[in-house]
T-cell receptor, first 113, second 113 residues
C-alpha cells in the first residue's frame, strides 16, 4: 500500500526566515507529485506539480519554490517567509497516467509571525 | 478558466436528517468530478469520483450523479450521523494530467446528536 509522509507536522517561523517542508511517498514508483496550500478556513490551491524527477512546474507565484530531488521526494522551500505564507501545506500524489485521483498527506501547519 | 461553486458555506443538521450540498461547475471539455472530505487537522480524503455524464459515485452512504446538462454534481446522504461532521469539497480535474484539481470553497457540515 502507498503511504505519504509530510514533515514537519507544524512550524512556527519568523517573517524573513527560511523554510523547508518535505514529503515522501512510499510504495508507488514514478508518481505525479503536488503541493497545495490552504489558508485558514479557505479552499485548496495548487502551487506546484512534478511529473518526473528534477522537473517541477509552478502554478501560482507565491515567492515559494519546489524541487524533486528523488522519485519519491518533494520539497517546498523559500529563503524569506512572508506573513501571507501562513496556512496549511499539503503534499499529494497521483498515479502517473491519466486523470488520477489525488491522495493527500496529513499536511504541515505553518504559522509566520 | 475552470471553476467550482458550492452554494452552501455551512450546513447544520441533526442526526438522521437528509443532506444536500449543491455543486455546480464550469469547465471546457469533459472534466472528472470529485467529492473530498476533510476532517480537522487532516488532509482531504477522496469520497468518490465520476467521469461520465449520468455516472453515479457513492461511498459511505454519500452519493452524487454527474449531470452534464445542468453542470452539477450535488452531494446527498439520506441520514447523516454526528461522525459525518467535516468540511466537504467538490472538485474537478481537467484532462491534461497536470493533476490540477480546482476546488470549491468547501461546505462545513455540523451534525448535532
Amino acid at each position: 500500500a502507498q503511504t505519504i509522509h509530510q514533515w514537519p507536522v507544524a512550524e512556527i517561523k519568523a517573517v524573513g526566515s527560511p523554510l523547508s517542508l518535505g514529503c515522501t511517498i512510499k510504495g508507488k514508483s514514478s508518481p505525479n507529485l503536488y503541493w497545495y496550500w490552504q489558508a485558514t478556513g479557505g479552499t485548496l490551491q495548487q502551487l506546484f506539480y512534478s511529473i518526473t524527477v528534477g522537473q517541477v512546474e509552478s502554478v501560482v507565484q507565491l515567492n515559494l519554490s519546489a524541487s524533486r530531488p528523488k522519485d519519491d521526494q518533494f520539497i517546498l522551500s523559500t529563503e524569506k517567509l512572508l506573513l501571507s505564507h501562513s496556512g496549511f501545506y499539503l503534499c499529494a500524489w497521483s498515479p502517473g497516467t491519466g486523470v488520477g485521483t489525488l491522495y493527500f498527506g496529513a499536511g504541515t501547519r505553518l504559522s509566520v509571525l | 478558466g475552470d471553476s467550482v461553486t458550492q452554494t452552501e458555506g455551512q450546513v447544520a443538521l441533526s442526526e438522521e436528517d437528509f443532506l444536500t450540498i449543491h455543486c455546480n461547475y464550469s469547465a471546457s471539455g469533459y472534466p472528472t468530478l470529485f467529492w473530498y472530505v476533510q476532517y480537522p487537522g487532516e488532509g482531504p480524503q477522496l469520497l468518490f469520483r465520476a467521469s461520465r455524464d449520468k455516472e453515479k459515485g457513492s461511498s459511505r452512504g454519500f452519493e452524487a450523479t454527474y449531470d452534464k446538462g445542468t453542470t452539477s454534481f450535488h452531494l446527498r446522504k439520506a441520514s447523516v450521523q454526528e461522525s459525518d461532521s467535516a468540511v466537504y469539497y467538490c472538485a474537478l480535474s481537467d484532462w491534461t494530467n497536470t493533476g490540477k484539481l480546482t476546488f470549491g470553497d468547501g461546505t462545513v457540515l455540523t451534525v448535532k446528536p
